[in-house]
């Protein structure tokens, strides 16, 4: 199991999410350094589908952490699809996710050391919380 307080490297959680695929979407995450947490966001992005919401709540989760200096990043995210094309097991097939995918390896690759780890929805609560945070509050 995944804990805000597991080791002392930085952790990011980040989920999104749109009700209708596509349908209003929104963005949540949770930066953490150590056992302190350093971040969090929770916005309303329009209209898209759930996986263009998956990767601009990475994007934003991955420029928050460049803006607090952080060189080594575990990136969580309960996207199985979002991970693993980011760990290249898959391609990017969807012409419309290739650009999204790219400004966020543009990111990615910016980091002394990252990694993408797919973790259960029900580890990833408080991103989750703060994307039906920001849908409800629409």
Not at 6 to 23: E, I, M, Q, V, Y
Not at 36 to 45: Q, R
Not at 58 to 70: H, R, T, W, Y
């Amino acid at each position: 199991m995944v804990s805000p307080s597991t080791k002392s490297a930085a952790r990011l959680f980040t989920d999104g999410g749109a009700r209708g695929n596509p349908g209003p979407a929104a963005i949540g995450g949770v930066l953490y350094q150590g056992k302190e947490k350093i971040d969090t966001f929770s916005e309303y992005i329009g209209e898209t589908t759930n996986n263009q919401a998956e990767y601009a709540a990475l994007i934003k989760g991955l420029e928050l952490a460049l803006a607090s200096n952080i060189k080594e990043l575990s990136c969580y995210l309960d996207s199985e699809l979002v991970v693993k094309q980011l760990n290249k097991e898959y391609k990017v097939k969807e012409v419309g996710l290739a650009k999204t995918f790219v400004k966020a390896w543009n990111l990615a690759i910016q980091f002394k050391k990252i990694s993408f780890k797919h973790i259960r929805r029900e580890l990833n609560k408080e991103a989750d919380a703060l994307v039906n945070k920001a849908l409800d509050s629409r």
